[in-house]
């Protein structure tokens, strides 16, 4: 159980691009979902928190225009990178959570690369 | 504050030998503890947690974590590593009451050497 579908996998496109990501949690209902960024050997770095049907809460130094989350039923969120540009290439990973004493799971991440 | 230390990169081990990854942390109340493995160019799986209850936890593919308040860790362990264990692990940390989201070490590499 507890299954996180992220897609897609990998993207490759032009600079200037917007890129949506889907984070769907297959069989449990997701009250709050994470969005994460990995760095090559690295740890993952939260972008931002978002709860169902609520605006996402982003962490210090990350852009919600450029970033934008929706969180629009219990087993759907989506990050979008608006205008992609070379720096944003990075491994983007969401996980999924029912309630506050539950883990997180997550998904297999997104490998974006921005020409 | 919250906040994860992983004090090893790269932990080596021979298969069929008990392995540890070490992991302490520092939280303000109680902790919510975590541990997760990620393969390559794949989101993290998780392993086990500690939530209350007893300090010896068993998880996933025959790891278990002990939690010890006093010195605050959460390491992990197996008595018998295998090779498909080689991956990157993290332990991650909330507090209780705190936080909404988890804090994450910087994660240690483990290689089974055959």
């Known amino acids: 159980g507890a299954v996180v579908s992220q897609h897609p996998s990998r993207v490759i496109c032009k600079s200037g691009t917007s890129v949506k990501i889907e984070c769907r949690s297959l069989?449990?209902?997701?009250?709050?979902m994470f969005w994460y960024r990995q760095f090559p050997k690295q740890s993952l770095m939260l972008m931002a928190t978002s709860n169902e049907g609520s605006k996402a809460t982003y962490e210090q130094g990350v852009e919600k225009d450029k970033f934008l989350i929706n969180h629009a039923s219990l087993t759907l969120s989506t990050l979008t990178v608006t205008s992609a540009h070379p720096e944003d290439s990075s491994f983007y990973i969401c996980s999924a959570r029912f309630d506050r004493d539950q883990p997180q799971h997550f998904g297999d991440g997104t490998r974006l690369s921005i020409l | 504050a919250q906040s994860v230390a992983q004090p090893e990169d790269q932990v080596n081990v021979a298969e069929g030998n008990p392995l540890t990854v070490k992991c302490t942390y520092s939280v303000s109340g109680n902790p919510y503890l975590f541990w997760y493995v990620q393969y390559p160019n794949r989101g993290l799986q998780f392993l086990l947690k500690?939530?209350?209850?007893?300090?010896l936890v068993k998880g996933s593919y025959g790891f278990e974590a002990e939690f010890n308040k006093s010195q605050t860790s959460f390491h992990l362990k197996k008595p018998s590593a295998l090779v498909s264990d080689s991956a990157l692990y993290f332990c991650a940390v909330r507090d209780r009451a705190g936080a909404n989201n988890l804090f994450f070490g910087t994660g240690t590499r483990l290689t089974v050497i055959p």
């Open positions: 069989d449990f209902q997701a009250t709050t």
């Open positions: 500690y939530i209350t209850g007893d300090n």
